[in-house]
């Protein structure tokens, strides 16, 4: 009898210790050569079962109105989550955006996000595409409602955090525990830079390597590929968009977006913050023929009076080779990243 | 055994003490009570045949209004802060529970001044995101520019610029030089006295037209709506500052 008693106590411990040691771990690894990540893991560490409910919840269409659009919509897995031949992307009603989707890649080393930056914490960067109007139109009361009544999100919920009570914060969470997991780490860059056998470069993208490191590092600096700082890179005289100023309401802010990263860049197209570079050449030549003047232009673009680079055809096409070595297939074919079968599409439409 | 029980009586008296001392020291209650006005009228939400005047002389009806305080404190005459509510608290003029506050633990005594901030304080714009009072399913939350919008008044009138005359204060952002946080500091004219029987009573008016005087005149023709912070933002900071709150005592 005693031995019944024993085991049972045992199995209860298995049962809710494994659980509870699931919720200590942290699932995510910091690629060799890349710097601290900034975003805080001791408040939201990553553990499978959060990580697949964040899963579960980019995928749901259920998180907006209508339940017609879900996150992969403008952030496609297989376009590093971009929005590929979308200069902007439609929301609900088909109101179409103002600005280019961003990928969605190694989010846990930025400190701002979206163009602009308005947004402070990798938490709330959700919030802006579930609740504006011309993108997915939700308001949080509903989709906690609807997270609640589904037969199989309280559970998910308890099993991330302890007890099946759903809020925005642990909607966010879990959603941020799913996001952090998207990183790129592994292109034919990386291989290279790790001496690993069968990434020699060819001599093309070494040379295309070479001029990126004199003419582009300062901005789009390596591992990154970005040094996540606002610039204004000369795409127009009179900027349309106001970019960072919107949030700083600083006049040297006019017409700022933030570095882009540029892995995987050759599946992101269109390029820029209105997607008005269809090719990867021609968001290259803009550095050679675009630029225009403006009281915000970066000054890096200035050299000695001149405005711009002295790329050649043949400098531009070395630049773009070195380019498609970030492109890294085994983040784009990830199956931990891949839609769950579980959920209702039923009402989904992809623009 | 004799050393015992005197061991164990001394101790009783000096546990005796120890609960006198408490009683002593005179720990009371006090009940704040947030009462909304427009000037001297009591706020009555979506009349549109009484309308309220501001400053200028637009008239207007209130449709929403709802903002955060917190850090609440009450100095003593004596000089010392005591801390009577850290966290925020969220008061919706549709919500009459949210007009009405219990603090216990509280000393005795005399105090000649309160100060809260109206709003939440910067750190937490930049935290993660909160359960609670601080959900942003409250509706008083930036999604586009992180942080919170301290105060949010909606109305009409029929001198707004926009569509169905509505107007629109939300008020938020802490990046300088547009910081919108304000700290409200006031003296009271007579110093206030807790008492120990606690039916400690401080009536906290919250006059809506503080939004529209002070620093600058507002004019619903030239400003009917700000929602995006900036420098529209923090005139009505300014404004409601000096304006928002007047404070009763009894007891």
């Known amino acids: ?351 | 055994m004799s050393v015992i029980i005197r061991t164990i009586l001394c101790m009783h008296l000096l546990c005796n003490n120890f609960v006198f001392a408490q009683s002593k020291s005179n720990n009371t209650t006090i009940h704040i009570h947030f009462n909304h006005v427009v000037d001297n009228i009591p706020l009555v939400l979506d009349d549109s045949l009484h309308l309220y005047h501001n400053e200028h002389g637009d008239n207007y009806y209130v449709t929403l209004f709802k903002y955060y305080i917190s850090e609440i404190q009450l100095y003593q005459s004596d000089g010392g802060v005591i801390n009577i509510k850290n966290d925020p608290i969220l008061i919706n003029v549709r919500d009459t529970n949210s007009f009405n506050y219990l603090f216990e633990n509280i000393p005795t005594g005399m105090y000649n001044k309160i100060s809260f901030l109206i709003g939440v304080d910067s750190l937490k714009n930049y935290d993660e995101v909160q359960d609670g009072v601080l959900d942003p399913a409250n509706g008083m939350y930036w999604s586009w520019k992180s942080g919170y919008v301290f105060l949010k008044m909606e109305g009409v009138s029929a001198n707004s610029t926009n569509r169905n005359g509505r107007l629109f204060f939300h008020i938020g952002g802490v990046l300088a030089p547009y910081n919108t946080l304000r700290k409200l500091e006031h003296t009271f004219e007579i110093s206030i006295h807790l008492n120990a029987n606690g039916t400690n009573n401080l009536t906290i008016n919250t006059n809506i037209n503080g939004l529209f005087f002070g620093t600058k005149t507002i004019e619903f023709a030239k400003l009917s709506a700000t929602m995006e912070g900036g420098e529209s933002a923090m005139t009505i900071a300014d404004n409601y500052m000096m304006n928002l709150f007047t404070f009763n005592f009894s007891n």
């Open chain 1, 1 to 351: 009898m005693k031995w019944i008693k024993v085991i049972i106590i045992l199995s209860l411990f298995v049962f809710v210790g494994s659980s509870f040691v699931d919720r200590l771990q942290n699932l995510f690894i910091v690629p060799f050569g890349f710097p601290t990540p900034a975003y805080d893991f001791k408040k939201n560490p990553v553990t499978s079962s959060g990580f697949d409910l964040g899963r579960h919840l980019f995928y749901d269409p259920i998180l907006s109105k209508d339940s017609s659009i879900a996150c992969d919509n403008c952030h496609q897995p297989f376009a590093a989550f971009a929005n590929i031949e979308h200069l902007v992307s439609h929301g609900m009603n088909n109101c179409l955006g103002t600005r280019n989707a961003p990928p969605l890649i190694n989010l846990a080393w930025q400190k701002s996000f979206m163009l602009d930056g308005g947004v402070n914490h990798l938490d709330k960067a959700p919030l802006k595409a579930l609740l504006d109007t011309c993108e997915m139109y939700s308001n949080l009361d509903t989709i906690v409602e609807r997270l609640k009544k589904n037969k199989d999100y309280p559970a998910m919920f308890a099993a991330a955090f302890g007890s099946d009570k759903i809020n925005t914060q642990r909607i966010m969470k879990a959603l941020s525990q799913f996001m952090v997991m998207l990183v790129s780490a592994n292109s034919k860059y990386d291989k290279y830079k790790r001496n690993e056998p069968g990434a020699a470069f060819s001599q093309m993208e070494k040379e295309g390597y070479s001029i990126f490191q004199k003419n582009c590092e300062s901005c789009h600096k390596e591992p990154l590929f970005s040094d996540y700082s606002y610039r204004n890179n000369g795409l127009d005289s009179v900027p349309a968009d106001l970019g960072r100023y919107r949030i700083t309401g600083r006049p040297e802010d006019k017409g700022l977006f933030k570095v882009p990263t540029l892995r995987n860049i050759a599946l992101t197209y269109p390029y820029m913050h209105d997607g008005r570079y269809p090719m990867l050449y021609h968001a290259l030549a803009h550095y050679t023929k675009n630029i225009k003047r403006s009281a915000t232009l970066d000054p890096i673009f200035i050299q000695n009076g001149k405005i711009g680079f002295s790329f050649t055809n043949d400098d531009l096409m070395k630049l773009e080779m070195f380019l498609k070595t970030l492109t890294d297939t085994s983040f784009l074919r990830d199956k931990r990243f891949a839609k769950p079968k579980d959920i209702n599409y039923r009402n989904q439409i992809y623009f």
